[in-house]
């Protein structure tokens, strides 16, 4: 008898994970973090001691609460979820974008958002081997309605991601635009509000309005990525459904308890943040006085710029050689060539950008 071919990568990974790129981390030890939205600002000693107390009452030996009652319970409360819309939380938004994208699946199923937008939506569809398109967004990125409608009647997406505001381009989309989209979609419209700190706009009050409509908020760029936490909110039928793609113990003891927590404590997060709008326009401003610089205007937590043409790489590599690292989010012949995303810092922070970024045009 012969001996079976050993199996390997290439013949059992399917074809459409074996093609997908990694979603690659850039190492930032040494760096000023300025790459990944993250709030700058640890809590106030008090705040911390205070939170400790509440971990050493918890308990490890047992599993986490499966429905999350409590923190779902402290979300509805602190941010005002409509008494009739149902919660799903996820391991970070990107397990919601998972089970969303998992659950509407099927190999032709279209998965649709613009571009340029956040990367996960491509990557975790291009895994489930479902198509995506991305419908091009105008050259100011705001909404192309005539675009996008048409791009809905011919590809009749099974659910359509619109991040308010986007990422990586910082703007919020025209309201009546995104109205249109939704009125016009055959699937789900997924509003993700990640940025809804820092913009003070969000679908959430009206998420009843459209009977396929969900919002999707994270506590990530609040100040809380180490956690991992997002969450729907939608209809009880959509997030009921949903619901089952969810392993029973996503959110972990330690997120509930600490998530809890921080909500409970939402003035000094919501402080925050609006410390960090209010120094984005600083740094804006500060940003549009540099020679060549195209600084697009922003209403969340970072700001998307673009340099001299065919300078993109050694403004990035200067920078990150002075101890910032930003986000390279330039591609040849794409809309985002020749551009970097720097998020909004600490003064200190900014301060340490601006010079060298000055050095880097210079
Ligand atoms: C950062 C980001 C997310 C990811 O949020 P997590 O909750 O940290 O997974 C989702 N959507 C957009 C638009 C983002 O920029």
């Not at 939170?51 to 986490?64: E, F, G, I, K, V």
């Not at 940025?195 to 959430?204: D, W």
Request: some cysteine; proline content about 7%; hydrophobic content about 45%.
């Amino acid at each position: 008898m012969s001996q079976p071919t050993p199996v390997t990568p290439d013949t059992l990974i399917r074809p459409e994970v074996r093609a997908l790129g990694a979603y690659r981390v850039v190492d930032a030890t040494g760096l000023v973090k300025l790459d990944a939205m993250e709030n700058p600002y640890p809590w106030p000693g008090d705040l911390t001691d205070a939170w400790l107390a509440r971990l050493r009452d918890t308990q490890l030996n047992r599993y986490p609460d499966p429905a999350a009652a409590e923190l779902k319970q402290r979300l509805r409360e602190t941010l005002q979820i409509p008494a009739g819309a149902e919660l799903l939380l996820g391991n970070g938004s990107d397990e919601l974008i998972q089970i969303l994208i998992t659950a509407v699946g099927g190999r032709e199923a279209v998965v649709m958002s613009v571009d340029p937008s956040f990367v996960m939506y491509r990557q975790i569809a291009g895994g489930l081997g479902m198509r995506y398109v991305g419908v091009p967004l105008t050259a100011d990125f705001q909404l192309d309605p005539s675009a996008t409608l048409t791009a809905i009647e011919q590809h009749r997406p099974r659910v359509v991601f619109l991040a308010y505001p986007n990422n990586p381009t910082g703007n919020l989309f025209d309201i009546a635009a995104v109205r249109e989209i939704i009125a016009a979609t055959p699937g789900l419209v997924v509003l993700d509000e990640a940025y809804s700190a820092f913009s003070g706009k969000s679908f959430l009050g009206r998420v009843l309005d459209h009977p396929n409509l969900l919002v999707m908020r994270t506590v990530s760029k609040l100040g809380l990525a180490g956690l991992r936490l997002g969450f729907l909110v939608g209809r009880p039928d959509w997030l009921s459904q949903l619901d089952k793609l969810r392993l029973p113990y996503n959110i972990n003891t330690l997120t509930q308890v600490s998530a809890e927590f921080a909500l409970s404590n939402m003035g000094v997060l919501e402080q925050q943040a609006r410390k960090i709008a209010a120094d984005r326009e600083g740094l804006a401003a500060a940003m549009a006085a540099l020679p060549g610089l195209t600084v697009f205007p922003s209403q969340a937590n970072f700001i998307l710029f673009r340099v001299p043409r065919g300078t993109v790489d050694v403004v990035f590599e200067g920078l990150r050689a002075r101890g910032i690292l930003v986000k390279n989010v330039s591609a040849a012949g794409s809309a985002l060539n020749d551009c970097l995303r720097v998020t909004v810092g600490s003064p200190a922070e900014t301060a340490g950008f601006l010079q060298a970024l000055t050095k880097c045009l210079a």
